[in-house]
T-cell receptor
Framework: DAKTTQPNSMESNEEEPVHLPCNHS???????IHWYRQLPSQGPEYVIH???SNVNNRMASLAIAEDRKSSTLILHRATLRDAAVYYC??????????????FGSGTQLTVLP | NAGVTQTPKFRVLKTGQSMTLLCAQD?????MYWYRQDPGMGLRLIHY???????AKGEVPDGYNVSRLKKQNFLLGLESAAPSQTSVYFC??????????????FGAGSRLTVL
């Protein structure tokens, strides 16, 4: 199965942009790249996903490398509420049309006031 | 709109006891999943279901059983709890969708301690 690699932790100042990297060098052509985040004592929360093209939504942007072996989650203006563990995940086929999200240990983002 | 609801939120068991965690979703999702999360680690898939009456094993299924008798409910059972099953359990659901795009909605988690 394809795996992802993320830094264990990152720090950012409040109201500054944050770029969270993810390497997925063994990604296959049909794997979607998903990002979820987990706030303290909560379940994971969907952030964004993409296949080949860069994606934007109200929470973040996702920049995908041309060879798809890496991606970057961009938070345009970090707030204290963005402090969380961010997971970069590949959506892997497990059975027919069902997909499994294989979670790694993620990146702990600390936002400094 | 409640989304995904897990009960109970907390439970303490003694080794050898049994219990069932209930997951309920009100989004008419086809797929449901049970994950466990150990301290400082990511989530690992225990079992999943692609529809009512169907279940399948995930990454770490040993010691657990599941049932999906109704589309909206997914039950996770521990027949004989062991200390190694001390963890936070998360249920999730997702709609049937094309490719790998469908998004998961998670519950708030159930913290289980086995003494």
């Amino acid at each position: 199965d394809a795996k992802t690699t993320q830094p264990n932790s990152m720090e950012s100042n409040e109201e500054e942009p944050v770029h969270l990297p993810c390497n997925h060098s063994t990604i296959s052509g049909t794997d979607y790249i998903h990002w979820y985040r987990q706030l303290p004592s909560q379940g994971p929360e969907y952030v964004i996903h993409g296949l080949t093209s860069n994606v934007n939504n109200r929470m973040a942007s996702l920049a995908i490398a041309e060879d798809r072996k890496s991606s970057t989650l961009i938070l345009h203006r970090a707030t204290l509420r963005d402090a969380a563990v961010y997971y970069c995940i590949l959506r892997v086929i497990i059975s027919g049309s069902a997909r499994q999200l294989t979670f790694g240990s993620g990146t702990q983002l600390t936002v400094l006031p | 709109n409640a989304g995904v609801t897990q009960t109970p939120k907390f439970r303490v068991l003694k080794t050898g006891q049994s219990m069932t965690l209930l997951c309920a979703q009100d989004m008419n999702h086809e797929y449901m999943y049970w994950y466990r999360q150990d301290p400082g680690m990511g989530l690992r898939l225990i079992h999943y279901s692609v529809g009512e009456g169907t279940t399948a094993k995930g990454e770490v299924p040993d010691g657990y059983n599941v049932s999906r008798l109704k589309k909206q409910n997914f039950l996770l059972g521990l027949e004989s709890a062991a200390p190694s099953q001390t963890s936070v359990y998360f249920c999730a659901s997702s709609p049937r969708g094309p490719g790998g795009a469908n998004v998961l909605t998670f519950g708030a988690g159930s913290r289980l301690t086995v003494l």
